[in-house]
T-cell receptor, first 117, second 107 residues
Framework: GAVVSQHPSRVICKSGTSVKIECRSL??????MFWYRQFPKQSLMLMAT?????????EQGVEKDKFLINHASLTLSTLTVTSAHPEDSSFYIC?????????????FGPGTRLTVT | GQQVMQIPQYQHVQEGEDFTTYCNSS?????IQWYKQRPGGHPVFLIQ?????EVKKQKRLTFQFGEAKKNSSLHITATQTTDVGTYFC???????FGKGTHLIIQP
């Protein structure tokens, strides 16, 4: 199956700093990438959908100025957590969508565990 | 977006017993996907169901999509310790995930 990489896998940062997470589709072109947040033993919460070359669509309740998403190419999307606070500590997972309408498959990255101290 | 309810939240079974998780929606779904997430890992795509009444099998796993395309189930026959994890259903169009069913297997 298709592979999606995510970097870094773990990051610890101080409160008030910004952190950038990269998501890459390694062997296919992903016109759409998704960013999720997952708390321990809970489901994935969709944060935003990003389409290559256009602005991301954020889910209700997700601050777009805090979670900056850039999808500059068909293989790379980035999520920047700006002015991070301890409550932003979480597991962030990206996914890339391949296939055609009605037959999409989603491939997840391995996730990034963010700890804000 | 579309909402999906998944039950049960937790399921304890003895190794060798069967396991089923259910996913229900109040609206008709165009399709539904199932994922497995091992502890500490990321979700892995298992299957997508598209047709009304569709049944697909993957070894000991059987996936069903309801006739009305409002519900789906995943059944595992004779569970093994490698089946441990959380199973999520998700709507491909809305990318909404159910809360997942945590499968715990007791040897």
């Amino acid at each position: 199956g298709a592979v999606v990489s995510q970097h870094p896998s773990r990051v610890i940062c101080k409160s008030g700093t910004s952190v950038k997470i990269e998501c890459r589709s390694l062997d296919f072109q992903a016109t759409t990438m998704f960013w999720y947040r997952q708390f321990p033993k809970q489901s994935l919460m969709l944060m935003a959908t990003s389409n290559e070359g256009s602005k991301a669509t954020y889910e209700q309740g997700v601050e777009k100025d805090k979670f900056l998403i850039n999808h500059a190419s068909l293989t790379l999307s980035t999520l920047t957590v700006t002015s991070a606070h301890p409550e932003d500590s979480s597991f962030y997972i990206c996914s890339a969508r391949g296939g055609t309408a009605g037959h999409y498959e989603q491939y997840f990255g391995p996730g990034t565990r963010l700890t804000v101290t | 977006g579309q909402q999906v309810m998944q039950i049960p939240q937790y399921q304890h079974v003895q190794e060798g017993e069967d396991f089923t998780t259910y996913c229900n929606s109040s609206t008709t779904l165009s399709n539904i996907q199932w994922y497995k997430q091992r502890p500490g890992g990321h979700p892995v795509f298992l299957i997508q169901l598209v047709k009304s009444g569709e049944v697909k099998k993957q070894k000991r796993l059987t996936f069903q999509f309801g006739e009305a395309k409002k519900n789906s189930s995943l059944h595992i026959t004779a569970t093994q310790t490698t089946d441990v994890g959380t199973y999520f259903c998700a709507t491909a169009d809305g990318l909404t995930f159910g809360k997942g069913t945590h499968l715990i297997i007791q040897p």
